[in-house]
């Protein structure tokens, strides 16, 4: 393989996967890091933390995805560090991998916002081990208050907070009004699950703040249905066991602290890039905001390094300049704007830097990045949802029927594997006909919490 481009990726996400899937090329030798040995299909992880979905069935082997790339390989390791004068990335074993270009696309990790004792007791959702463990605990609490005697702390263990009012919160706090008012409905005996309180919480103006104002209204009216109690302009200030301190007022934070009782929390506020994109930083010295995303040149490469490019959650991606205000009008214009971390655009990220690598290695000119935004759409249970396909216009803002056809379609466009695709329909369709969930189970430790230690004050 002398004489080959020696191209190392690393993070096997949508924006690895697909910048892999573009090199397979005779003067490319390609090199595949990830921490685990599977591409994971994330927009459908919320459905194993609630039980329609097995892990296994919204995942692949990456060395079967590249089995057939004979100029692929793929290594189990993590990449802890950054040599960049001898142009290697060094695994948490000490191996090195030499590479000529660089492609880091190591996705991102919830964030509790410097309250990272939060985590413990209000999961996020961003692997398989945070679906499973969300899994667990939403269907033990149902099973605790199947066991409890005193009324008041039955209610509490059916008492669940979302917080955060994007597109995973909304989709896991409708799962969780689909389980409680249908797919649980008949399970027990001496509760009943359509008395669960589901609380959505938002600390911005209206849920799916990206969407169009009329989309966040039908969404609304969408979970309301199912029974989920949406909190726009609440702040979080404080979780534990017991539940969510919260303030109304958004920002503000004009109101009086509020108590929401609850034994379930779930995260799915914030996201931050993952740490080797801080070891990349502080090797080339390249600067990230806050979040950990480097501010990339119009080909995705790191400002001074165009042998390394930076992609999906790692990258901010110049998109829409800024806008002045129109004459007449007040205010300052619109703020230049990136473009969106979500998986349609790390997946043209990868795409794109697939083909740029390519033109170089072939000599040739590499145009910049254009992003096409093809739109966003959740679902909220069955037969609903909202859809906003930009390009279409008016006509592409729907809600119920129709965007929940479209998101089933596109995501059993973009699942990877064939097989994956067959068993999820079937899944979907049985789910459809008969109102089950049939991944509803809880593994690990149980961990039933003894019920003369299950009392308290807060509820």
Known sequence: ????????????GFAGLYAAKGLDDEAIELTVVDRRNFHLFQPLLYQVATGALAAGEISQPLRSIFRGQKHTEVVLGEAVDLDVDGRAVVLSDGARIPYDTLVVATGAHHTYFGHDDWATVAPGLKTVEDALEIRRRVLLAFETAEREADPAERLAWMSFVVVGGGPTGVELAGALGE??????????????PTQARITLVEGLDRILPTYPAGLSRAAVRQLERLGVIVRPKTMVEG????????RAGGADGAAAPERIGARTVLWA????????GRRVAAATGVTTDRAGRFAVEPDLSLPGHPEILALGDLAIVPWKPAEPAKPGRSGEGKPAKPVPGVAPAA????????????ARAHGQPVPPFDYTD???????????GVCDIRWLGPIGRQSGFPAWSLWLGIHLTYLIGFSNRAVVLT??????????RGSRLITGTPRLPPLETSKGDER
């Open 1 to 12: 393989m002398a004489g080959r481009h020696r191209v190392v990726i690393v993070g096997g």
């Open 179 to 192: 389980i409680a008012h249908d797919t649980l409905r008949r399970d027990f005996r001496r509760i009943d």
């Open 239 to 246: 979780i534990d066991a017991r539940g969510v301190t919260v």
């Open 269 to 276: 506020a914030g996201v931050q890039a993952a740490s080797f």
């Open 347 to 358: 997946i043209q990220e990868g795409r794109y830097a697939a083909r740029a690598i390519k």
């Open 374 to 384: 093809k739109g966003d759409v959740a679902v909220i249970g069955r037969l609903a």
């Open 427 to 436: 899944r979907w369709a049985w789910s459809f006909v008969t109102h089950g």
